[in-house]
C-alpha cells in the first residue's frame, strides 16, 4: 500500500491543519527512518551515508557497557551493517563526518561544518559551558601554546599534556585536556581519529576536506534556518521546543527564523491532538498507513532524545537512568525501549559480556497494556539480531522483570 504524500502549502492559521496522535507518531517514526521494517539484505555503505544525512547528526557517548551510542541508530533502522563503515566515515582517510557539538557530542556530515561556525565563534568570545568558558579567559597564552605545537608537531591526544597523576573521572581533565577541548569548541582543531575511545587531535583545515574547509561561512540567521531545517525534515512534526533541542539551539532567535520558515512556505503550522503547544511540520514529510517497524532503541536515540516528546508520542516516560544510584532505578543500568510498529512496548537492560560471548538481559520489563505473547517473539527477534551483528553466540535473559519468562521462552524456542 503506498504511503501518503503530505502536500507542502502555505499555512493559513484559519485553517490549520490538525493531526491526530497516531499521524503525528507515524510521521514522526516515517522522518527518522523507523515506520518500516529494516532491510534483510546487508545494508551498505550507501545505506548508511543515506541515514546519517537523514538524521543530520548522531550522538557519541563514552558508556561501553553493550555497545556505544553512536553505532545503534543505523543497526535500529538499517540492520546488521558494518561498523567498519562508519568508522571510516567518521575517522578515516577521507572522512565523511566530523566530530562537533551538535546535539551533544556528535557525529554529523562534514557538508554540515559551516553552520556551526557561528557556535565556534560564540565559543571563541567565551560563550561555552561555565569551567571551559573561564579556563579560555585565564589561561590564553597556555591555549595559544597548545594550537602552536599542534601546528608544528601534528597530531596529539590529551594524554600527550598529562601533567601529574591524576583520579579518574570523566571531567578530571588536565589543563592539557582542557586547552585541547577550549580549542575543538572553537573549531580551530577537530579530532582526526580515535585511539581506543581518546580523541585524537588536529587542525581543522587538516583534516576536513579542502572544499569544506574553504566553503564560505553563512550568515549566523542563515546557518540557524538551515539547522532547523535539518531538524524538521528529521523530527517530521515538532513544537519549537523540540526543534531547537535536535541541535540544542539558542531560545533567543529561533521563533524569528520558524517565523521566516513559515512564511517561506518551508514548514507548515499544524495542531496534533494531545500536545499543548502548536507543531510545525515538514511540508514534504511521509505519513504512512501504518508503521510496522520492529526495533531497539539506544538510550541516546535521536528519536527519544528530548524525553517530553517522546512521552508526547509514545504515552510512556523514558528516563536515562545510568547516572541513577543501582537500588533506585526501575528498569536498569543500560536500557533499550523496544518500538513495536507505532508504540514503546517494552524496555531491556542488556549488557554484552564479551568474553563469555553472551547478550545479557539483565532485565525485561513490558509496558502496561502490552501483550507479552505478542511482543516476547518480536523482541526476541531483535535481540537474537543484535547478538549476531555484535558478535555475541548466546542470549542469557536473567528472571527480572515482568516480561523476562516470556522472552525467555521466546528466545529458547
Known amino acids: 500500500m503506498s504511503p501518503i504524500l503530505i502536500r507542502r502549502r502555505r499555512p493559513r492559521l484559519s485553517s490549520q491543519r490538525s493531526l491526530t496522535a497516531s499521524q503525528a507518531r507515524r510521521v514522526a517514526l516515517a522522518a527518522q527512518g523507523l515506520a518500516d521494517p529494516s532491510s534483510t539484505a546487508a545494508p551498505g555503505l550507501r545505506h548508511l551515508r543515506g541515514l546519517v ?15 556505544r551510542t553512536h553505532y545503534l541508530p543505523a543497526f535500529s533502522r538499517l540492520g546488521a551493517y558494518d561498523r567498519q563503515h562508519l ?43 561555565s569551567g571551559l568558558a573561564r579556563f579560555g579567559r585565564e589561561h590564553r597564552d597556555y591555549i595559544d601554546a597548545v ?131 502548536p507543531a510545525y511540520l515538514w511540508p514534504r514529510a511521509r505519513l504512512p498507513r501504518r508503521a510496522s517497524g520492529c526495533a531497539l532503541l539506544s538510550p541516546f536515540d ?24 543501582a537500588e533506585k532505578r526501575e528498569h536498569g543500568y543500560y536500557v533499550l525501549p523496544f518500538l513495536q510498529g507505532e508504540a514503546i512496548t517494552a524496555r531491556v537492560d542488556l549488557k554484552a559480556d564479551r568474553q563469555a560471548g553472551v547478550l545479557l538481559v539483565q532485565a525485561a520489563h513490558l509496558e502496561p497494556d502490552a501483550n507479552a505473547g505478542v511482543v516476547a517473539p518480536a523482541l526476541g527477534a531483535e535481540l537474537e539480531s543484535m547478538a549476531a551483528w555484535l558478535g555475541l553466540e548466546r542470549i542469557v535473559v536473567v528472571r527480572k522483570g515482568g516480561l523476562a519468562p516470556a522472552l525467555t521462552s521466546a528466545i529458547s524456542s
Not at 223 to 245: F, K, M, P, Y
Open 53 to 67: 544525512d537523514r538524521l543530520g547528526v548522531v550522538q557519541i557517548d563514552s558508556v561501553n557497557v553493550l555497545v
Open 87 to 129: 568508522e571510516a566515515e567518521a575517522w578515516g582517510k577521507r572522512p565523511k563526518l566530523f566530530e562537533y557539538w551538535g546535539h551533544e557530542a556528535s557525529l554529523l556530515p562534514v557538508t554540515s561544518q559551516p553552520l556551526f561556525r557561528w557556535r565556534m565563534d560564540r565559543a571563541r568570545a567565551g560563550e561555552t559551558w
Open 147 to 277: 594550537l602552536t605545537r599542534i601546528e608544528r608537531e601534528g597530531p596529539v591526544t590529551g594524554g600527550d599534556f598529562a601533567e601529574e597523576k591524576r583520579e579518574a573521572g570523566w571531567w578530571n581533565w588536565s589543563n592539557g585536556k582542557r586547552a585541547l577541548e577550549w580549542l575543538f569548541w572553537a573549531g580551530f582543531i577537530t579530532t582526526k581519529t580515535r585511539r581506543g575511545f581518546e580523541r585524537v587531535y588536529d587542525l581543522t583545515e587538516r583534516v576536513l576536506p579542502r572544499e569544506i574547509a574553504s566553503a564560505p561561512t553563512p550568515t549566523e540567521s542563515d546557518a540557524r534556518r538551515e539547522l532547523l531545517r535539518i531538524s524538521a525534515r528529521a523530527l517530521g512534526v515538532a513544537t519549537e521546543g523540540d526543534l531547537r533541542d535536535y541541535f540544542r539551539m539558542p531560545v533567543a532567535g529561533t521563533r524569528e527564523r520558524l517565523a521566516e520558515l513559515v512564511e517561506a512556505g518551508e514548514l507548515e503550522i499544524v495542531s496534533v491532538q494531545g500536545w499543548d503547544k
Open 302 to 325: 535521536n528519536l527519544i532524545w528530548r524525553r517530553e516528546r517522546a512521552e508526547r508520542l509514545f504515552g510512556c516516560r523514558i528516563r536515562l537512568e545510568i547516572y541513577t544510584p
